[in-house]
């Protein structure tokens, strides 16, 4: 991660893998990967945003899943700085 600004870190993700291309159930992964890149680069409040606005969005299918324990330990982890 320090090779890169977080800018360019979500640009060449965006690159590589556009959200678009995802089918809707791997999308979570891709906004946890954005969260992880935006608190690395500083961006507390927007990775904050992204993580919020995932766990409204996931519901109960994801409930007690990976993408679900992930997002709430970046939101513990981001809280505690």
């Known amino acids: 991660l320090p090779a890169l600004s977080a800018a360019d870190a979500l640009t060449t993700m965006a690159w590589l893998q556009p ?14 990967c954005q969260a992880t890149l935006l ?4 961006q507390k409040q927007q990775a904050l945003q992204v993580l919020n606005e995932l766990l409204a969005r996931m519901g109960p299918k994801y409930a007690g899943g990976s993408y679900e324990r992930w997002a709430n330990e970046q939101l513990a982890a981001l809280k505690k700085e």
Do not use: D, I, V
């Open 19 to 32: 959200l678009e291309s995802l089918p809707p159930e791997r999308q979570p992964l891709w906004h946890l």
């Open 39 to 42: 608190a690395h680069g500083g």
